[in-house]
């Protein structure tokens, strides 16, 4: 298990880019497949991106492919999520999730979860 700690959510107008931050803890960063998750108001938590351990590829969900990027670095232990052209509907407490050694995006396989961090986009 590692402990997660988000950052960077914020208000900003549609159009407009918000960086997420999430640092992990410990020293076994690099064999986490990371992913961010997202829970808009009335709705289910929902799959975002995903980057696997091997930092070869990434998944992203059809809403924000093009718009979003998920990147990690290993050596600050530390995942991203760039959000670009953001739209109101990207209004959501973002989550960030870790999941040692797996190949997969499912919610269930990510052991580990931050406490969130709130992204309102304004029209």
């Known amino acids: 298990q590692v402990q997660l700690v988000e950052s960077g959510g914020g208000l900003v107008q549609a159009g407009g880019s918000l960086r997420l931050s999430c640092a992990a803890s410990?020293?076994?960063?690099?064999?986490?497949?990371m992913g961010w998750f997202r829970r808009a108001p009335g709705k289910e938590r929902e799959f975002v991106a995903a980057?696997?351990?091997?930092?070869?590829?990434?998944y992203y969900a059809d809403s924000v492919k093009g718009r979003f990027t998920i990147s990690r670095d290993n050596a600050k232990n530390t995942v991203y999520l760039q959000m670009n052209s953001l739209k109101p509907e990207d209004t959501a407490i973002y989550y960030c999730?870790?999941?040692?050694?797996?190949?997969?995006?499912?919610?269930?396989?990510?052991?580990?979860w931050g406490q969130g961090t709130q992204v309102t986009v304004s029209s």
């Open positions: 999730a870790a999941g040692r050694g797996i190949s997969s995006y499912r919610q269930g396989d990510f052991g580990s």
């Open positions: 410990g020293r076994t960063f690099s064999s986490y497949t």
């Open positions: 980057i696997m351990w091997t930092g070869v590829t990434r």
